[in-house]
């Protein structure tokens, strides 16, 4: 079966957000035990503070070995699909406090550092 014809176009994109996709994951890797940030505080500590469905496209991808389940919405709610239980779950072993409506209490789980650069 022949591959697909890559455009320019859809090489410049690969190009563009494969340096940004790392700089998320640099983020990511940095979140300490029983804490989370959400996808927007993540692009705005990258300096891109409306990046963040790209932030949420990075962590679609991201490796295995980055604490993933540390990434939520900016509510608290918990995102993934049919791996939201297993996030949660993994949460909750860590000590991540929820509210009774399931969401992350952000105000004492919350996560933040400045970027060096």
């Known amino acids: ?33 029983g804490r989370v940030v959400s996808y927007g505080q993540i692009a ?7 990046a963040a469905r790209m932030v949420g496209w990075a962590m679609r991808c991201c490796p295995g070995h980055l604490p993933w389940q540390r990434v939520v919405m900016a509510d608290g709610a918990i995102t993934g699909g049919v791996y939201a239980t297993i996030r949660k779950d993994l949460l909750k072993a860590e000590g991540v406090v929820f509210l009774p409506d399931g969401r992350v209490d952000m105000k004492s789980c919350s996560w933040s550092v400045r970027m060096k650069g």
Do not use: C, N, S
Request: proline share 10%.
């Open 44 to 50: 705005r500590m990258l300096g891109h503070p409306r």
């Open 1 to 33: 079966m022949p591959l697909a014809k890559i455009t320019q176009r859809q090489v410049e994109i690969i190009v563009t957000i494969t340096p940004f996709f790392q700089q998320v994951y640099d983020v990511v890797e940095q979140i300490p035990y």
